[in-house]
């Protein structure tokens, strides 16, 4: 098998697995929930547009701050395995070929993510007179610029003893891009696509005629590196929704966690205890349920409508207990756990009280988010929807699901 046989084979099995597991991801709970939740957003979107109509200043600000950051989302997917740096070092040139035109496959996500964030942002520049379609095809252009220079330092940061100075180079193209957008929200899209174009074209020059030469060979242990951080990112998201073989955990000991452990431990109760610590001690599930708290409190301190503010409350709140789900499958690969002379009935009773907790808080986290984005008395109501529907998502739907 040739060089690039090799590496067309790892395509597919890659695209494979992602399509295989998208089913899976964008299950029709998922789905709906996301579709309600993006609605609301988009009305208290359009609600916060009206209160900058008179300061377009901070919305451009806003968006010009996110868009910089969001420049640098992605990774070069170059496929490496840890084998390769044995096998196929031989093959330097021909990696270094590959890599560079990996960068095209690299750019479809992130640049799909930047185009969708960019129209969010679009009308902010409408409120302020701008032409919309032209600029937006300026700007994109601009993003597009400058996640190509991104992605050229990603490769530069795969040469041997070339991280230190790709690091630095990432630091300047962050200010140019801080730079570009303000010229697009502030003056005009027209000069910001010609700078980005110019500073992606004079990088890439510079780097190709002059960097490259000096650092010419591969750093075969940061490429493999680099390559597992990015499928251990992708394989922990697909792992929130389903079972795959290939996430490695890591158990970390959180102490500002220890007073809430022992709060969800229970008494006398093995599988509560062992889920308790599971749950603060883990990377997957802590991670997803402190993220959707975070995006969920974001909402609501932006919401002063009554009945948005409650759908707003019940949905998040569904969307976290759904994506807890799976842990109750947690213990099941730990070999000791089958071992407990303990009855399942016993495990499944620990899971709920876990997962109310866990629910409970969000609940307390909402209202007080309510508390500052509507007032007192919403606040009030949303605490007792807020557990009512806690109840009933951990007591029936939960039961139900895990009986089946």
């Known amino acids: ?35 309600f939740l993006l609605g609301a957003l988009a009305y208290q979107y359009s609600e916060l547009l009206k209160t900058w109509s008179d300061q377009l200043v901070i919305g451009k600000i806003v ?9 640098f989302f992605g990774k070069l ?20 070929t590959y890599i560079k035109a990996s960068k095209k496959r ?6 799909t993510f930047l185009l969708l964030l960019l129209g969010m942002a679009m009308p902010v520049l409408i409120l302020a007179g701008r032409n919309g379609s032209m600029d937006y095809l300026l700007i994109a252009f601009s993003l597009m610029s400058l996640k190509w220079s991104h992605l050229t330092l990603e490769e530069l940061a795969i040469r041997k003893e070339a991280g230190p100075k790709a690091a630095y180079l990432k630091k300047g193209l962050f200010m140019v ?3 570009g957008l303000s010229l697009a929200f502030f003056w005009n899209s027209l000069v910001a696509a010609l700078v980005s174009l110019g500073c992606a074209i004079g990088l890439h020059m510079w780097l190709s005629r002059s960097v490259f030469k000096n650092y010419p060979l591969i750093d075969w242990e940061n490429l493999v590196n680099m390559e597992e ?9 697909i ?11 890591k158990a970390k000991r959180r102490l500002y966690l220890d007073g809430l452990v022992k709060l969800m431990s229970g008494s006398n109760n093995t599988y509560q205890y062992l889920y308790a610590r599971l749950f603060a001690r883990g990377a997957d599930y802590i991670g997803l349920y402190s993220r959707l708290a975070v995006i969920g409190m974001g909402i609501l301190l932006f919401s002063s409508q009554i009945y948005m503010s409650l759908i707003i409350n019940a ?18 690969q730990h070999i000791l756990a089958q071992l407990y002379p303990k009855a399942v009935k016993e495990k499944r009773q620990a899971f709920k009280r876990i997962l109310f907790y866990l629910l409970g808080l969000a609940s307390v986290l909402f209202s007080l988010a309510t508390l500052v984005g509507a007032d007192w008395l919403i606040a009030i109501i949303s605490v007792g929807t807020n557990l009512g529907f806690t109840a009933f998502f951990v007591f029936f739907y939960v039961d139900n699901r895990l009986g089946k």
């Open 239 to 249: 792992n929130l929704f389903t079972d795959v073989p290939l996430v490695k955990n």
């Open 63 to 71: 968006w010009i701050i996110a868009l910089s950051f969001a420049v």
């Open 1 to 35: 098998m040739s060089f690039d046989d090799l590496l067309i084979k790892r395509r597919k099995k890659y695209f494979s697995k992602l399509s295989r597991y998208a089913k899976y991801v964008f299950n029709d709970h998922f789905v709906l929930v996301l579709v």
């Open 315 to 332: 949905l998040v709140l569904f969307l976290i207990g759904f994506q807890l789900i799976p842990f109750y499958n947690e213990l099941d």
């Open 77 to 96: 997917l170059t496929l490496a395995e840890a084998a390769d740096q044995v096998f196929l070092v031989v093959k330097e040139e021909e990696w270094q």
């Open 106 to 111: 690299s750019m479809v996500l992130p640049t």
């Open 177 to 179: 891009t801080v730079v």
């Open 229 to 237: 951080k990015r499928l251990s990112k992708v394989n922990r998201l």
